[in-house]
């Protein structure tokens, strides 16, 4: 089945130890989004890439950087965790950006940081 | 700015149905999505909405009035599978999603 996965599903981290968070799709879409989800908030987007192209929000902090090596894996690399960057992280894709395309979900990495 | 609103929480009995509004102001239109999200996973797509009128999907049906701002998710026969939460997000003119911070779906028995 054609599908969104990531890995791992849980990581536990130290305050200011990097971690890298990792997502690859089968979907062979060309958009692929990193969110950031808190309890009960609204997924916050990140970034998103279309193909190679990225594409960074304004609010979004230095300490999160993203690599796309090619069309299927996408990363997530938090440089130095505080205690607030503990949250769900969803890599989601679509088929197209600049239109109102479904995007699909991984199951998410739940990131703890003591 | 743009914004959506949506109940924080909303509780139903197994059987009933339940009607989980939202409201959204953004800056251009292009569709309205409502996804499915169960506690610790990741949200599923249950509809999406660009045209004013009801679509109806099984169980669950999705109504939008863009003249209004204004769209609701309807759940029928609720089951018990179907607590989790609920979120709406509106496409703006730049084809950014705007999220809702979802509504949490309680079912009782």
């Known amino acids: 089945d054609a599908m969104v996965i990531q890995n791992p599903r849980y990581q536990v981290t130290q305050f200011g130890k990097p971690v890298t968070l990792s997502c690859s799709q089968t979907?062979?879409?060309?958009?692929m989004y990193w969110y950031q989800q808190k309890s009960s908030q609204a997924p916050k987007l990140l970034f998103h890439?279309?193909?190679?192209?990225?594409?960074n929000e304004a609010d979004t902090p230095d300490n999160f950087q993203s690599r796309r090596p090619n069309t299927s894996f996408c990363f997530l690399d938090i440089r130095s965790p505080g205690l607030g960057d503990a949250a769900m992280y969803l890599c989601?894709?679509?088929?197209?950006?600049?239109?109102?395309?479904?995007?699909?979900f991984g199951p998410g990495t739940r990131l703890t940081v003591l | 700015g743009q914004n959506i609103d949506q109940p924080t929480e909303m509780t139903a009995t197994e059987g009933a149905i339940v009607q989980i509004n939202c409201t959204y102001q953004?800056?251009?239109?292009?569709?309205l999505f409502w996804y499915q999200q169960h506690a610790g996973e990741a949200p599923t797509f249950l509809s999406y909405n660009v045209l004013d009128g009801l679509e109806e999907k099984g169980r669950f049906s999705s109504f939008l009035s863009r003249s209004k701002g204004y769209s609701y998710l309807l759940l029928q026969e609720l089951q018990m599978k179907d607590s989790a939460s609920y979120l709406c997000?509106?496409?703006?003119?730049?084809?950014?999603?705007?999220w809702g911070a979802g509504t949490k779906l309680i079912i009782k028995p």
């Open positions: 890439y279309y193909d190679k192209d990225f594409n």
């Open positions: 953004t800056s251009g239109f292009n569709g």
């Open positions: 989601a894709t679509s088929l197209r950006t600049g239109g109102a395309d479904t995007q699909y």
């Open positions: 979907l062979n879409h060309n958009v």
């Open positions: 997000a509106s496409i703006d003119s730049n084809y950014q999603l705007i």
